[in-house]
């Protein structure tokens, strides 16, 4: 699947931004990497949690690395799906608390 409008990364890409901010680079991945670590949460759940983020976040290749590492954690597809579904009800949820500002602008004269 291609998508012109997200160039996708490539390995020149991972080495010319690591060139360029080495210290940002190793904090980055050193950061996503204790995030990611079994903790109060298992690795499977957190990456769960990354897909309806990313969802929502509407970002592909963060859709894309993690499904994959769901995968590699042991997620089914039917939990990748149903991580889908809560951010689609999170996202239709935020746009239903929204209306209050709605209401409140229908009462002003």
Known sequence: MS??????PTRETAERRRALAP???????G?????????????????LI?????HVTQCPWCIEGHVKAARRAGATNEQIMESVWVAAEMRAGAAYAHSIKALELMDED
Do not use: M, N, W, Y
Not at 50 to 54: G, H, L, S, Y
């Open 3 to 8: 998508d012109l409008r997200f160039p996708r």
């Open 23 to 29: 210290d940002a680079e190793d904090a980055f991945r």
């Open 31 to 47: 950061f996503s990497k204790a995030v990611f670590a079994d903790g109060a949460l298992d690795t499977r759940t957190k990456q």
């Open 50 to 54: 990354a897909i309806a983020v990313a």
